[in-house]
């Protein structure tokens, strides 16, 4: 597979994981939070996941590589608006290390960790 569309292949795997919030079992894979970001309550929490979910403000800066694997976003907290983070690395099976075939969803899981700037 060329590098260009294994890029593509694994941006749309991405895509589909962060979409259904990980209940896309043919895409294995988990997601984190930080202990920065469930503090901010369940309210803020559930407007996470829609942002994400939602999320197709890629840009050359904040994905160069074209895989879909990171997105900075804004949610509202208590009237003020809050930066956050969400990156999805792409691990082992085991999660022990990084995935030898990134593009073949049997030797890959994914793990999304949403955080905020100041835990990154």
Not at 79 to 98: E, T
Request: proline letters at 5%; hydrophobic letters at 45%; glycine letters at 6%.
């Amino acid at each position: 597979m060329t590098t260009a569309l294994t890029g593509r292949v694994i941006a749309a795997q991405n895509d589909r994981f962060r979409a259904t919030w990980g209940a896309d079992f043919t895409i294995p894979g988990r997601i984190v939070l930080t202990p920065g970001v469930v503090a901010l309550g369940y309210d803020v929490l559930v407007q996470i996941m829609v942002a994400i979910q939602s999320f197709a403000d890629f840009s050359e800066a904040d994905d160069p590589s074209g895989q879909h694997d990171f997105g900075v976003f804004s949610v509202t907290y208590s009237g003020v608006p809050v930066k956050l983070y969400w990156k999805i690395d792409l691990y082992d099976p085991a999660y022990a290390f990084a995935t030898d075939d990134a593009a073949d969803v049997t030797k890959t899981r994914r793990l999304l960790t949403v955080l905020l700037p100041s835990e990154y």
